[in-house]
């Protein structure tokens, strides 16, 4: 399984900053399941509305996107940035014994279109059991404990999934990558 894991992604100082402004935003979350999604238990997602297009959400998207484009640019062969349209979201998840948060396997797209890469950076890990990241099935999957300010990707049709947290919480911000449609044609 072709896989890139990135430690300490952003330092300690600027994950410090988009974990901040990720809690003082005002756009609303709700669970991923009443979303549409594939989260199942206490995964929340951000709601469409006025806060998730706020000026704040969108530096942060920026940030995320030039950072995960940096990363994965040269291990994924991306064309250049101004051809690709990235996809950014945060996703936060509690732990619980009874009924622990996981993603169900799937595969990333957007309108039925799956991106060139898929690449997760967990901005906040704390006191976890299990929500490891499951990448590819069968024998070649890959299982990848999540460790706060590392950034993990693969091929964006790759099937992934999220196994069971127990315990603690954790932050992710997702960046999917997708050709840009030329407008021209």
Not at 35 to 63: I, K
């Amino acid at each position: 399984m072709n896989y890139l894991r990135q430690p300490a992604l952003l330092g300690p100082t600027r994950r410090t900053r988009m974990v901040e402004s990720l809690q003082a935003t005002d756009a609303q979350r709700a669970r991923s399941d009443t979303l549409g999604h594939t989260g199942n238990g206490a995964v929340e997602q951000l709601m469409p509305g006025s806060g998730y297009t706020s000026a704040e959400l969108t530096t942060l998207r920026e940030v995320m996107a030039s950072s995960c484009y940096a990363a994965t640019a040269d291990a994924f062969g991306l064309p250049d940035p101004n051809q690709l349209t990235p996809q950014v979201f945060p996703v936060w998840m509690r732990g619980s014994v009874d009924q622990p948060p996981s993603q169900r396997p799937h595969i990333d797209n957007r309108d039925g279109t799956t991106p060139l890469i898929t690449a997760v950076y967990y901005a906040q890990v704390s006191d976890t059991d299990g929500g490891e990241i499951l990448i590819g099935t069968g024998p070649d999957q890959v299982v990848v404990q999540p460790v706060e300010d590392d950034l993990v990707a693969f091929a964006g049709n790759t099937v992934h999934a999220v196994g069971d947290l127990r315990a603690g919480h954790r932050l992710s911000v997702v960046c999917n990558f997708y050709l840009a449609i030329s407008r021209h044609a």
